[in-house]
């Protein structure tokens, strides 16, 4: 019995992979498995090579593995018939032949040979291989099988249907989910070719290949999130009512979950026309006293600088999330990097503050956007949610209970009419809403338009108490204090009065420390299990705080070990760069592994650049990572 | 009637109201256009009935920028053209809020003109005061949107090569349903315009022109000008499309040539507001958003109930 399954389905965008894969794997997770989805995809509606890979083990999985064990080729129903020589060229084979240099040994090949020629499986020496590696291969014509007893498209079913009976899987799972999302005709012919294809594989085949779907022990209820679930749902029970945002992979997935729930919870989600309005519009609807939000990714975000800066000088809470995705310009769209790091720590004009947040996983995906909106409206500061594609995308078990917390509707620092009776106010009976005399931890409690005696002045020049305009040398040096003071304010309460928001791998008395952030953190953990249990003495710490830093957890991280490793996806080591600026110190402890060729670290990879590193070899890593040595302080 | 507080008794409200007690004093030149937008709104709105409290003034960058500082309303002085967007959330967030928005040619047809067509087109309920007097004022005398062509500046020396903005038709076209232009020189106007273009429900634009005596002392400080609603030489219908473009195509042709006409130029009525369209889809909330944080028995639904499509 094997101790994993990774499951992939192959075909072309537009074939149903998405849908056909989530089925399959919420089947896995409620057999008991913790699951873990990988998506691949190019930028196109129709056609071009795209699989989801699906990870499932009786243990926890942080990522999606080296390699994988069991492939679904559907074939590119989309790039039948190109022209000669045309753009996409012929690409029907793709869902095949692209995804044989991952599959492990002794794996599982099924491909739809109504789709895929047996010339064109010649030609891809698929046999050869298939002998060289101990592959099994069941080609069957998944396509006419679902033709016979449906319609064409249905080929994804039969698929599954034969992949669950050479898995020995139940089909009880599927039958139950495939009735959630049909009926009628549609769902009675599914379950027929179900039926067919997995009775037909159990009579036609012998399986003497020895991979199994594991068993699985869950025994409180889980669901299946994306990453861009859990910051929409962070949102929600944060209290966020008000979205606007310009479409924009992949971020859009989080604009989307909220624009289809908020019509049912009172709120407002506006499609605006280009990302400046959108920020604005955010800024514009939490002065008015609503919890509000934006986001895009890197090319929208550099839109968005200008009313970030704005939200800062006015004191306007917000929230604005960012997924990053492969640049510069448009880079690759549909392929994550944690390259924009840099980009959203600095951007905007002036000694401009923000509050940045990364999260590394599903959990604290929601965690920190929940803090996110807390800290935003508690400080009135501009809080921003950093993540990728990768996160963004990959779907991952959680434990219900987990989300069983209560709404936060708490407007943070804002006053009522009767606490505003009681404020400063000055002579023409305007209130002092930029207060700087008795500000506590750098924040002026706010007013919001159309209560009474709150009347203000906000404007993104700098400005009086009252909001006026002004040059006054003096009040400039108070409000700029004031508001400098804000960062510190939210990095002692960070530290003191909640838990650590950074997450620690490995035993405490480890040697060798490995540095992450973001979503690299799966891939990071899983290989410091791998090294440690080949012997090596490795802890890592997956940073969360970018903006204010982690600089007490980072520091005692690395003053802990003797030499540490900085893992991330960009091709300048910006996390790194931004280590040494804030703590000014470790430049010679460190050394980093970079990946940026449009795909996540796999743990493989990691552990050899771990192993290079060590060996202290005059050599980079095999895979397609790079090692850049420590640059001194 | 407040958003958070009705007032819940008829009064009259003063004009002085509308005027900050003490410092800022206005820092626009003497003989400035932008002195009669503030004098027509200070006017306009104690006869619309709206107290300080219930009026956010949305403004961008530039002299016109600096209205909310001299008017005593809720202000919120943005940034460069970023005006519309602020004040449509903030109108959607709370409908009742009176909102105005107001920014320069520049702010409001060259770096905002993309949001000044989405808002018009969208047609949100709020005010849009254009303060126009064909240059670039605080940043000392370029050519703008509005400049007549040929005009000379220190950036286009030789002369403008453009043709200018015709905002009128251009707001027409985007679908704005309240179209006047009105006039510093002519305070009686502009105040009722403005009334008017408060009262509308639906987007309200207002070109106002405004003299701009330090940097545009050759251009025609729009007088004398003509009322077209006074005027026995110029019949149309407000309320067609097609007459109004005709009447705004020939106010704009003849605009730079010393002719000055103002008045209203397009009125529809029965064009429901952005709110209305988006709340007759689901969209909209019955309540305003804003007072849902105020209200301690509103009920917050939590992302636990929509974990079961996840299961």
Not at chain 1, 279 to 286: I, W
Not at chain 2, 13 to 24: A, H, K, M, S
């Amino acid at each position: 019995m094997s101790d994993e399954l990774i499951w992939r389905i192959a075909g072309g965008s537009g074939d149903g992979i998405d849908s056909t894969s989530q089925n399959f794997a919420k089947a896995l997770m409620r057999s008991g498995l913790d699951v873990f989805t990988h998506r691949h995809y190019p930028s196109r509606i129709r056609g071009g090579h795209t699989y989801v890979e699906i990870r499932a083990a009786d243990r926890e999985v942080q990522s999606r593995g080296d390699g994988y064990n069991c492939l679904l080729s559907l074939g590119d129903s989309f790039a039948r018939n190109p022209q000669e020589e045309a753009y996409y060229g012929n690409e029907e084979i793709k869902p095949l032949s692209e995804n044989l240099d991952e599959l492990r040994e002794g794996g599982v090949i099924v491909y739809d040979e109504g789709l895929i020629s047996e010339e064109d499986v010649e030609a891809v020496n698929l046999h050869e291989r298939a002998e060289e590696n101990d592959w099994h291969v069941f080609p069957v014509d998944l396509r006419g099988l679902a033709k016979e007893h449906g319609r064409e498209v249905m080929r994804n079913t039969a698929g599954v249907g034969v992949t669950a009976a050479l898995l020995d899987m139940e089909l009880e799972h599927i039958e139950d989910l495939m009735s959630d999302a049909m009926g009628g005709d549609i769902l009675e012919s599914n379950l027929e070719i179900l039926h067919e294809a997995y009775e037909m594989t159990q009579e036609e085949y012998d399986f003497e290949h020895d991979l199994r779907v594991p068993e699985g022990s869950h025994e409180t209820e889980q669901a299946l999130l994306s990453g861009s679930n859990a910051i929409a749902y962070g949102a929600i029970d944060a209290g966020c009512r008000f979205i606007a945002g310009y479409p924009m992979t992949p971020w859009t997935d989080v604009f989307t979950i909220l624009s289809q729930n908020f019509p049912d919870m009172g709120g407002v989600s506006e499609q605006v026309e280009d990302e400046i309005a959108a920020a604005a519009l955010a800024v514009g609807a939490s002065h008015a006293g609503v919890k509000a939000m934006s986001g895009s990714s890197g090319g929208g975000f550099a839109l968005m600088s200008e009313p970030l800066g704005l939200a800062e000088m006015t004191e306007t809470p917000l929230v604005l999330v960012e997924s990053m995705r492969a640049g510069p310009s448009t880079g690759m769209p549909t392929k994550p990097e944690q390259a924009d790091l840099e980009h959203v720590l600095y951007t905007s004009q002036g000694d401009s503050q923000r509050v940045v947040f990364a999260p590394g996983n599903i959990e604290e995906a929601y965690e920190q956007t929940r803090l996110a909106f807390e800290i935003a409206w508690d400080y009135q500061i501009p809080a921003i949610v950093i993540y990728d594609q990768k996160l963004s995308g990959e779907n991952t078990n959680v434990d219900v209970e987990f989300f069983d917390r209560e709404p936060q509707p708490d407007l943070g620092s804002t006053l009522t009419e009767e606490e505003l009776r009681e404020a400063a106010h000055d002579n023409s009976g305007k209130f002092k809403r930029f207060n700087h005399e008795d500000a506590e931890n750098g924040v002026a409690p706010r007013s919001i338009p159309g209560q009474k005696g709150g009347r203000y002045l906000a404007t993104g020049n700098e400005h009086s108490p009252v909001g006026h305009i002004s040059e006054d040398p003096d009040n400039r040096v108070a409000q700029m204090e004031r508001r400098l003071e804000k960062l510190e304010s939210i990095r002692a309460e960070l530290d003191e009065e909640r838990d650590s928001t950074q997450t620690y791998f490995g035993p405490e008395d480890a040697e060798y420390g490995i540095i992450t952030w973001g979503s690299s953190q799966g891939a990071v953990a899983e290989a410091i299990e791998r090294l440690n249990a080949q012997g090596h003495s490795v802890k890592g710490i997956s940073v969360s705080d970018m903006m204010p830093f982690a600089e007490k957890e980072v520091t005692e991280f690395l003053e802990s070990v003797d030499e540490a490793m900085v893992v991330e996806m960009n091709a300048t080591a910006q996390f790194r760069g931004l280590i040494q600026k804030e703590l000014g110190r470790f430049g010679d402890k460190m050394t980093s592994l970079l990946k940026f060729n449009g795909n996540p670290f796999e743990p493989a990879e990691i552990v050899e650049g771990y192993e290079v590193n060590l060996a202290d070899e005059d050599r980079q890593p095999t895979a397609q990572v790079r090692i850049e040595p420590a640059a001194g302080d | 009637m407040s958003a958070f507080n009705a007032i819940g008794e008829e009064r009259e409200i003063d004009r002085d109201e509308y005027t900050p007690g003490v410092e800022p004093q206005p820092t626009w030149c003497p003989g400035c256009g932008d002195f009669g937008v503030l004098k027509s709104l200070k006017q306009a709105l104690p006869e619309v009935g709206k107290t300080p409290e219930e009026v956010l003034t949305v403004t961008g960058i530039g002299c016109s920028g600096k209205l909310n500082s001299y008017l005593d309303t809720y202000g919120f002085h943005t940034i460069h053209g970023r005006s519309l967007p602020v004040a449509r959330a903030a109108k959607l967030a709370n409908p009742e809020l009176e909102v105005i928005a107001a920014g320069g040619d520049g702010d409001g047809y060259g770096i905002g003109g993309n949001h000044f067509i989405h808002t018009a087109r969208e047609n949100h309920d709020i005010t849009y005061i254009v303060f126009n007097n064909e240059i670039f004022g605080l940043t000392k005398g370029q050519t703008s949107p509005t400049s007549p062509k040929g005009h000379k500046s220190k950036t286009q020396p030789s002369g403008s090569a453009k043709t200018p903005l015709r905002p009128l038709s251009t707001s027409l076209n985007a679908g704005a349903s309240y179209i006047a232009r009105t006039a510093a020189v002519n305070p009686n106007q502009a105040k009722e315009i403005i009334k008017e273009a408060i009262e509308h429900d639906g987007f309200a634009h207002v070109d106002f022109l405004t003299q701009c005596p330090t940097w545009n002392k050759d251009a025609r400080q729009y007088v004398p000008y003509i009322d077209v609603q006074e005027s026995d030489d110029y019949d149309f219908d407000v309320h067609d499309r097609a007459e109004a473009a005709e009447m705004m195509r020939e106010t704009e042709d003849v605009l730079n040539e010393g002719t000055v006409l103002t008045g209203r130029y397009y009125v529809e009525d029965d064009r429901p507001s952005y709110s209305q369209e988006k709340h007759a889809v689901g969209e909209m909330p019955d309540q305003p958003l804003a007072e849902r944080y105020f209200d301690d028995d509103a009920e917050w639904e939590r992302s636990y109930d929509l974990l079961d499509r996840h299961k």
